[in-house]
């Protein structure tokens, strides 16, 4: 079945440090990819989305590459702030036989020092 | 203001008492569904609807009932709630699937004692 794979977290950095969470997914066809955020207390809220291959999300200073060849969607920032603290999802939609499957990766919890 | 409510957001409840939370939307979606979120599992799909009375099972819908009379509300029903549904469950909605932008709730945190 379809699956999403993130790296275990927490992840701790320092301000204006470069972040990378990496995202593999496994899938009968062709997804949809997303990058969603949760921010303490509150629910999901999208950061960023591919549709296709090779295409490029990117959303306040995030960016992701959607990579058929490595069933890839890694999470890249060059420069994190305190404010981008946080839980980061990876997710995959596709429809399979009429269903609609949004799969998500188990997250992945960031935090920045200043 | 464009949201997905939910409500309560707390609830501590005993095994066996049925429960509903509720879920409700402004944004005229014709997409929603329920998900939990467990520690280390992600969140995972309970059911979805595509429209007014079609609705259809996710990864985990045992244990769960829902129903879509109004295009706006999308109540989760715990006809017997045990234990293992402790959980933080969210509520969604988009426009047409699970391809478009996913509006989330802001949860609903249960305990079955």
């Known amino acids: 079945g379809n699956s999403v794979t993130q790296m275990e977290g927490p992840v701790t950095l320092s301000e204006e440090a470069f972040l990378t969470i990496n995202c593999t997914y496994t899938?009968?066809?062709?997804?949809?990819l997303f990058w969603y955020v949760q921010y303490p207390g509150e629910g999901l809220q999208l950061l960023l989305k591919a549709t296709k291959a090779d295409d490029k999300g990117s959303n306040k200073g995030f960016e992701a590459t959607y990579r058929k060849e490595t069933t890839s969607f890694h999470l890249e920032k060059g420069s994190v702030q305190v404010s981008d603290s946080a839980v980061y999802f990876c997710?995959?939609?596709?429809?399979?036989?009429?269903?609609?499957?949004?799969?998500f990766g188990q997250g992945t919890r960031l935090t920045i020092n200043p | 203001e464009a949201q997905v409510t939910q409500n309560p957001r707390y609830l501590i409840t005993v095994t066996g008492k049925k429960l509903t939370v509720t879920c409700s939307q402004n944004?005229?979606?014709?997409?929603m569904s329920w998900y939990r979120q467990d520690p280390g599992l992600g969140l995972r799909q309970i059911y979805y609807?595509?429209?007014?009375?079609?609705?259809d099972k996710g990864d985990v819908p045992e244990g769960y009932k829902v129903s879509r009379k109004e295009k706006r509300n999308f109540p989760l029903i715990l006809e017997s709630p045990s234990p293992n549904q402790t959980s933080l469950y969210f509520c969604a909605s988009s426009w047409t699937g699970v391809g478009d932008t996913q509006y989330f709730g802001p949860g609903t945190r249960l305990t079955v004692l």
């Open positions: 609807s595509m429209n007014v009375e079609v609705t």
């Open positions: 944004m005229n979606h014709e997409y």
């Open positions: 899938a009968t066809g062709y997804p949809s």
């Open positions: 997710a995959l939609s596709e429809i399979v036989q009429g269903a609609q499957k949004l799969v």
